[in-house]
């Protein structure tokens, strides 16, 4: 292809068009998800060295990186423990010793005595004075003139079959060409640009694949500088949009309208030993409104740790399966599945549904029967993990999905499950034990409509949290006999199930001797992650018949596990947790009438971050305003999940360090799909060219 011809291309065309592409490499690129020409201009490098300059061998300091050169005046092969390959050079200053461990035979015959050697890398203390080891280097002969860098280096991701040198070199030659293309074409309308200060597309892909030496080479590598600003925030713009645009697909797809008078979903509130609250009573009205219409409802309920989002679903489900629909309720952990089966159990005792049991700890034939009951439709009410979603899994009219912590699933497992429809898509009901802020709600969730409960029901105490020294823990456990001894039960929880060196905590198994060491009269038991589903299963069984006084576990415990007699846990180095997570352990107590504490035990000395979360903990039971303080001292990442939303995988935005953004982010959406509808797509495309499919979200 003529470069006359790539004048016609656009920044959209496909990579393969571009005539500095062969096939090989376009075919491996697009392994990688670079389709498109802007696909390549949008690789962010991982961090940038400075090659631009050269350092005196006497100027060295031990522990910077930087680029050397000189003369080679020896070559040898050393033989220790293992064989090395050395190499000394020297300039008018003084000398350094190159050390490889790993060479080859090529290597020495192109060090000679004489050459010229140009290396880059770490400076470090070596036994015969200052060396650097396995650099990146080229030797070439006196006569040469080899200029420097111009810019810094960019140092990009490693692709198979894609050499460094060769991404390099190709993202440069596709940004002379596209350079006057990028000015014209930059899709963020100016008064956003100058509103949140953000620079021109063209100068900041100048600077990111080119930076001038001029620059901060630590805000480049921090990624402080502003060129990563407007990337960020286009990027976080385009995600938000494509939510938006989700939200509008919906009202285009078709879900089964689910309408029945209630009659099993009453009687189950009739026969409750409680009162719904007005909150959970609104929402379930909402969400039976929902299920009318033809459109899949996708609705986000949010509400703190004892709320009672579970029964509202549980009514939700009955109101589907009156019409004649199945439902599939899906938790992200065993424990949690396990827990949600025997409470819809128990509440649907005594009706006559069968409820099916999906997870991976059954065996075959087990699994057989339970997918021959979904497929028949003898199965009215699903319950599982992950395993709900497996090709094998077959309904026979699914019509309600209900997904429990979803920010723990990843994008492409709900679009399995809700694949699933036979009837059209299924309508979802997401539950969030997270309470998550309005400004991140909005953000992020931005193709779901959001409840909120937000009381907890009728009798239920504020719990009572106390910080205490680990060096008075035995007074701890004392108080723990009294508590015991007037039939109430208590949790322990601890990180860790065996002992590290590494990290200073107890571990469950040592916490559970040292209590049966000192409370003989107590009955205790254990629970963590790495016990079979049986064993978790006859534990939890255990302690909610009242057999176990005191469960010692780990984090396991988290979501979902409702003891009302338990009224007192303790929260072994409650420093390494954070505000999120000590709010959600802190509920598996006060679900009863009685009043319940909460023991944050930390071991001293704690820093000033951990002093301030304890501090929070103790003086607030408010999920959304301990969820606020979270924000503001860790960022979203406990909020969230380590996947950052489950939905999203950024390619330079970081949740943790972006989210200040976010309200100017949506402002700026709602500015563009008022004033600038036709950018939305391109704007979307060129951050998701591949895209989730969000239409099925």
Known sequence: MSEATVASLSLESPLIDFYDVNSRVAHRLQQQGIDRIDDLLLQIPICYQDMTRIVPLSALVIGSTVQVQGTITQVKKQYARRPMLLCKIQDKSASLNIRWFHFTANQQVRLQVGQIFRGFGEIRQGRQGLEMVHPQYRVFSPQSFVPVAEHYTPIYPKFEGVSASTLSQLIGKVLDHFYQQLLTIDWLPEAVQTRYQLSNLAEVLEILHRPSPVLSLQQLNERTHPIFKRLIFEELLAHHLGLKQARMNKRYSQAPAIVTRGSLSQRLQDELPFALTQGQQQVLKTIQQDLQNSQPMARLIQGDVGSGKTIVAILAALHAIEAGYQVALMAPTELLAEQHCRVI????????????????????????????????????????THALFQKDVIFHKLGLMIIDEQHRF???????????????????????????????????????????????????????????????????????????????????????????????????????????????????????GKMTAVEKEAVMADYQAKKIDILVATTVIEVGIDVPNATLIVLENAERLGLSQLHQLRGRVGRGTQQSYCVLLYHPPISKTAQKRLSVMRDCNDGFEIAKEDLAIRGPGDLLGTEQTGLFRFRLADLSRDYRWLSSVRAAAHYIEQTHPTIIKPLISRWLPRGLDYSLV
């Open 410 to 528: 990843g994008v492409a497992q709900r679009l399995q499950l809700q694949q699933k429809g036979t009837d059209g898509s299924p309508h979802q009901l997401i539950l969030s034990a997270t309470p998550i802020p309005r400004t991140l709600a909005m953000t992020f969730f931005a193709d779901l409509d959001v409840s909120i409960i937000d009381m907890l029901p009728s009798g239920r105490l504020p719990i009572e949290t106390i910080l205490l020294s680990s060096q008075r823990k035995t007074v701890l456990i004392e108080r723990i006999r009294s508590i015991v001894q007037k039939n109430q039960q208590v949790y322990w929880v601890c990180p860790l199930i065996e002992m590290s060196e590494q990290v200073a905590a107890q571990a469950v198994t040592q916490m559970f001797t040292t209590l049966k060491e000192q409370l003989l009269d107590c009955r205790i038991g254990y629970l963590h």
């Open 345 to 384: 159990r128990n509440y649907l005792s005594d009706y006559d549904l069968k409820i099916a049991w999906l997870s991976s700890s059954l065996t075959k034939k087990q699994r057989n029967e339970q997918l021959q009951a979904i497929a028949s439709h003898e199965a009215a009410f699903i319950i599982g």
